[in-house]
């Protein structure tokens, strides 16, 4: 198991700005350099038990990236923000279910698939003094029993070594950006968003 934490600033685009400019404009602005592997393909399963870890503030999540797969568990820090969050990697679901069940003392012993996500990441490194920051372009698919939903783009900006001021003087500046506003929302808390809404207007239509 490894050990990390995680912290990081989340972002949505305003309405009419399209995610072409808004990416364009971040890299010239920001003077962007790209990652060593600049886009990536993330295929997520997000599991839970009767929203058992939603409501505890808890994101169990498969992910696989080309041949590589990962299990993380994320545990935030803080129950108003998702700004920092413990991030623990495993090789198995099963190793994730043991530490839910001996760790966290939730009597847990089954998970079950709750939303699927299809991610396609454009990486960038944001330098400043000794500090690396990660910039994330993400235009995300999600899938509700194999059924895609509307899409949705995000920016991700995460610390990845470094002084956490930095971090914080680059969001002060992206919050002020016109096209751009803050998010408190996970992706997968977006996309269940999006589910319920979807199931909401398929009910209100048998009604009518």
């Known amino acids: 198991m490894e050990n990390n934490l995680e912290i990081e600033k989340k972002y949505?685009?305003?309405?009419?700005?399209?995610?072409?400019?808004?990416?364009?404009f971040l890299i010239s602005k920001l003077s962007l350099t790209k990652s060593p592997t600049p886009i990536l393909i993330n295929h997520d399963i997000y599991y839970d038990k009767c929203n058992l870890?939603?409501?505890?503030?808890?994101?169990?999540?498969?992910?696989?990236?080309?041949k590589e797969t990962e299990y993380t568990l994320k545990i935030k820090l803080d129950t108003q923000s998702i700004d920092k969050r413990k991030e623990l990697n495993f090789t198995s679901l099963?190793?994730?279910?043991?530490?839910?069940?001996?760790?966290?003392?939730?009597?847990?012993?089954h998970l079950s698939e709750n939303l699927k996500l299809i991610t396609t990441r454009?990486?960038?490194h944001y330098n400043s003094k000794d500090t690396l920051i990660e910039i994330c372009?993400?235009?995300?698919?999600?899938?509700?029993?194999?059924?895609p939903l509307e899409p949705f783009f995000m920016i991700e900006?995460?610390?990845k070594k470094g002084n956490i001021k930095e971090l914080e003087y680059?969001?002060?500046?992206?919050?002020?950006?016109?096209?751009?506003?803050?998010?408190?929302?996970?992706?997968?808390?977006?996309a269940l968003t999006k589910i319920n809404s979807a199931q909401n207007l398929i009910l209100k239509r048998t009604k009518d």
């Open 53 to 66: 870890l939603k409501n505890l503030g808890l994101n169990a999540r498969q992910r696989k990236v080309g």
């Open 157 to 159: 900006s995460e610390l």
């Open 170 to 190: 680059l969001n002060n500046t992206l919050i002020q950006l016109p096209f751009l506003k803050t998010c408190n929302l996970s992706k997968k808390d977006i």
């Open 94 to 109: 099963e190793e994730m279910l043991k530490f839910i069940q001996d760790n966290l003392k939730l009597p847990i012993h």
């Open 137 to 147: 372009f993400d235009e995300v698919n999600p899938y509700y029993e194999n059924i």
């Open 12 to 24: 949505l685009l305003k309405e009419n700005t399209t995610k072409e400019f808004a990416t364009n």
């Open 122 to 124: 454009k990486l960038y």
